[in-house]
Structures are given as structure tokens and as C-alpha cells.
């Protein structure tokens, strides 16, 4: 009767599919609390390639239960989309994920203002994914959100649908420009969509929690990473949400007693796609020759990522805000290529060590510290046992644990679900 979390503890990307699913395999249900169809979650089993967006990895075992939290939005059309796919593959998704009630709906509106705004920031620009995620966060907050529980009602619908138009056409119109959007086809589709999901919308605090008590276990999957939280990310280059451990349990709804674990996925060295601060990041050359080994292109808009160095004033920062019991490793075998590899151990302003990892969101003028090790130069894909990693992998691994002072607990060396080594 407990839960673990998985969260990213860089900006996104860190292979934090590939742990969940290789964690997944005794798991009863499987929850993605926050953000929606911006993640892009890669799994490859059987050297078969499946790509997550709203859908929680664990689908791919067959009794796992897979949860979408009231913390998530969920764009219909995103979702029909993927439960296709699925199915294309022969999973029946439908018969096996549960929405919360309370899980806000993301409408074309929200992706066509995204869109809209992206284009007309000039450098202002965030980089997002342009998926409506901010923006139908915004409408959450602003409390006129229309949520999965009332798209089964028709009138709770009508009367929920008509006033959010009614201010979403207003700033369409007045604010950006664009066309208005007519009532009765979105109307029809998003009924058309309560009726497709009918008996999947359940109180899954309630679903959660009952399970917990019984004995059930829960993983949650995070999305994004703690550099895009909304609170502790890079403000203002982050998503509209807390991917961070609170962001966990509230959108979940589960007691937070039950919560055992907390495992932080870091890169062996990190990347980041969309505009921000990124204090380790190469350039040039260099940057392209860690983008192909990593083969580090966006797994939702193939945007070819930023890449650079690890940077533990940043794990250092995720371990403080998320509590993580332990860390997993990944993509260390994309390293096996260099003669030395450097890690950022600090940051510097002016010649003064900074004390942490700014909040504040400005990074501008920090200086990296930087440590240099030895590389292994080889391959390291086929290895299954710790103490058959060269000795200078182990190093670099013990370095990364001393530096960040939380246990590495699993190191993975490939994609595949079999290229995965317990500590
Ligand atoms: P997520 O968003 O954190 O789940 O990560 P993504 O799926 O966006 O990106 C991680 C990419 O790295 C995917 O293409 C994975 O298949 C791949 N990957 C994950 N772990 C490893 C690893 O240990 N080694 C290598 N070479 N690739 C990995
Ligand atoms: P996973 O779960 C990497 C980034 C976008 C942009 C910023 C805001 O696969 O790790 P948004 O569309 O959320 O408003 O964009 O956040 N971003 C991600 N970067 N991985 C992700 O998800 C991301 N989801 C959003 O690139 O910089
Ligand atoms: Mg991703």
C-alpha cells in the first residue's frame, strides 16, 4: 500500500518513460498528475517504439489500471488521437484508463491562442509546445475551465461552454485578431466526446486512494521536468504547471502518507528544447556532436534539443524541492564516446559562488564551474551488472551521487527496457 513518484529533475526529456515503465511491471495503477499533451514519453520494448503524450506509459502491461488526474488537461482531440494509435497496435486503451472528473479540457481555442501568441512574441517567446497548455491553465485559474465531469451533462455543458465563449471570443476577437468560435459544432463534438469517455470519468482521488488503503500500488508519472516548473523552473520559460512533488499530490488527490518514493530522473548530461537559461549548454561542434550521439530531437515537436554538460546545482535543486529518496541515471551509454567528460559542479557571479540554484529565474552572467573526468571509451549498451561498467563509468556515477548527496539507485544504459542496472 503505497505510492512512488517519478519526476524529471532537468528540463524535460531526461528518459523518464523509460524508467517508468521498467518500474511499471508490478504496478496496479499508473497516474499522470499535471500537463498534457506537451510530454512526450518514448518507450521501447522488444525494439518497438511507442511514443506517450496524454496516456500514461504503463498501458503497455496489460493489468496495469492508468489513471489521467485532475491536475492533468486533457485535449480530446490529442486523446482520440492516441487511443487510435494504440489500438492501431492492438492495445485497447479505452478499457483501461480512467479521467478524473475534475481533469480540465483542453479546446482547439486553447492551441490556436497558444499558437497565436507564440507567433507574435518575437524574442519574448517561450518555445512552448503550442499544445494549449498554458493557456487552458490559465482558463483553469481564472475558474471559467470547462472540466471531463461536465462534458456527460448537456446542460452543464451548454451553460458551461456558452460563458467560457463568451469571454475566449471577446479576447479572440478584440485582443488577438482571430475568428470567433461557433458554439454548436464545439458544443456537439465535446458531447460527442462526453459519451466516448463515459465510462472511463470516474472520482479517481477516491479510485486512488480506496486502492492505496486496500494494498494497491501507484506510480505517479511525472511530465515535464523541476527546471519547467511553474514555481521553481526558469520562470518565465516553463509550463503552466508544478511537475515538481507538491504538483504530484495535488493533482492526484492521494493522501500524501501514502507516498514512499520519490526518484528523480537526471541525464548523464542534460538538454532542454524551447527558449530559456541553460547554464552547462555547448554550442557548435560540440553541441552537435552530443545532440547525435543522444539523438536528442523533440519526441513531441522533433525540435532538434539544446544539449550540454550535468549540472548538479540543478539535481542539487530538484533533490531539495522534491524530496527524492533516490535517483535514476540515464543515457550514460551516449557518453561512452568522449576522452573526458565535465560536469558543472557550481555557479559563479562576478567571481562570487552562488549559494543555490536561483529561483528567481535569472541565470543571466552565471559562470559554470567545471569538473573534468576520464571517459570509459566503450560501448556500454550490452552491460547488465553494475560491476561490469568500466571503472571510470563507476566513477563518473559516484562523482554524480557525492556532488548531489542523493543515492543513484538505477543507472540506465540503452532504451530498451532490458537496458536498465539496479545499484
Ligand atoms: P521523457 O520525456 O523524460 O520520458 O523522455 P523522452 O522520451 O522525451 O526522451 C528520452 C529519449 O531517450 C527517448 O528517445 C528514449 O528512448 C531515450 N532513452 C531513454 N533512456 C535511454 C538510455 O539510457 N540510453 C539511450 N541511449 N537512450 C535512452
Ligand atoms: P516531457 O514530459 C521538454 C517545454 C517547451 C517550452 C516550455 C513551455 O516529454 O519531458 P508548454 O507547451 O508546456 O507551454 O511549453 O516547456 N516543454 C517540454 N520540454 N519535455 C517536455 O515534456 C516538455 N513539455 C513542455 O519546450 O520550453
Ligand atoms: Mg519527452
Redesign the pocket.
Known amino acids: 500500500m503505497s505510492a512512488a513518484l517519478v519526476v524529471?529533475t532537468q528540463w524535460?526529456?531526461?528518459?523518464?518513460?523509460?524508467v517508468i515503465d521498467y518500474l511499471s511491471s508490478k504496478i496496479d495503477f499508473i497516474v499522470r498528475y499535471q500537463g498534457g499533451a506537451n510530454?512526450?514519453?518514448?518507450v521501447?520494448v522488444d525494439g518497438e517504439t511507442y511514443i506517450f503524450h496524454l496516456i500514461p506509459s504503463g498501458i503497455l502491461y496489460p493489468n496495469a489500471v492508468c489513471v489521467i488526474g485532475n491536475g492533468v488537461v486533457l485535449d480530446p482531440e490529442a486523446f482520440r488521437d492516441e487511443v487510435r494509435a494504440l489500438a492501431r497496435r492492438n492495445i485497447e486503451a479505452k478499457e483501461r484508463v480512467i479521467i478524473s472528473d475534475a481533469c480540465h479540457l483542453v479546446l482547439p481555442l486553447h492551441r490556436i491562442i497558444d499558437a497565436h501568441r507564440e507567433n507574435a512574441a518575437g524574442e519574448k517567446k517561450i518555445g512552448t509546445t503550442k499544445r494549449g497548455i498554458g493557456i487552458c491553465y490559465g482558463d483553469k485559474t481564472m475558474r471559467i475551465g470547462l472540466r471531463a465531469g461536465d462534458v456527460l451533462h448537456a446542460d452543464r455543458l451548454r451553460d458551461r461552454l456558452g460563458h467560457i465563449l463568451e469571454i475566449k471570443n471577446y479576447e479572440l476577437k478584440n485582443l488577438y485578431r482571430l475568428p470567433e468560435v461557433e458554439f454548436n459544432a464545439l458544443y456537439e463534438d465535446l458531447l460527442a466526446f462526453g459519451n466516448e469517455i463515459r465510462g472511463m470519468v470516474k472520482n479517481t482521488s477516491l479510485l486512488l486512494n480506496e486502492n492505496l488503503a486496500k494494498g494497491k500500488t501507484v506510480l505517479l508519472e511525472g511530465a515535464q521536468g523541476t527546471g519547467l516548473d511553474i514555481d521553481f523552473g526558469t520562470y518565465p520559460y516553463v509550463t503552466s504547471s508544478n511537475t515538481t512533488t507538491g504538483g504530484a499530490i495535488a493533482g492526484s488527490g492521494i493522501d500524501f502518507r501514502f507516498l514512499k518514493t520519490v526518484t528523480g530522473?537526471s541525464k548523464a548530461y542534460v538538454s532542454r528544447v524551447g527558449e530559456g537559461p541553460f547554464p552547462t549548454e555547448l554550442f557548435g561542434a560540440e553541441v552537435e556532436k552530443l545532440r547525435e550521439l543522444?539523438?536528442e530531437y523533440g519526441?513531441t515537436t522533433g525540435r532538434p534539443r539544446r544539449c550540454g554538460w550535468f549540472d548538479v546545482e540543478l539535481v542539487r535543486h530538484a533533490a531539495r524541492v522534491n524530496g527524492l529518496t533516490e535517483i535514476a541515471l540515464?543515457?550514460?551509454?551516449?557518453l561512452s564516446a568522449y576522452d573526458t567528460i565535465k560536469i558543472g559542479v557550481g555557479y559563479k557571479r562576478g567571481g562570487e559562488k552562488l549559494p543555490a540554484f536561483p529561483t528567481d529565474g535569472y541565470l543571466e552572467g552565471v559562470e559554470v564551474v567545471y569538473e573534468e573526468m576520464p571517459g570509459w571509451k566503450k560501448e556500454i549498451g550490452h552491460v547488465l551488472k553494475y560491476s561490469d561498467l568500466p571503472p571510470e563509468c563507476c566513477k563518473y556515477i559516484r562523482r554524480l551521487e557525492e556532488l548531489c548527496e542523493v543515492p543513484i539507485k538505477l543507472v540506465?544504459?540503452?532504451?530498451g527496457r532490458e537496458?536498465t542496472i539496479p545499484l
Not at 540506465?412 to 532504451?415: A, E, M, Q, T
Open positions: 524529471g524535460g526529456d531526461e528518459g523518464k518513460a523509460k510530454a512526450g514519453h518514448t521501447v530522473i543522444g539523438h519526441a540515464t543515457k550514460i551509454d551516449v540506465s544504459v540503452g532504451p537496458h
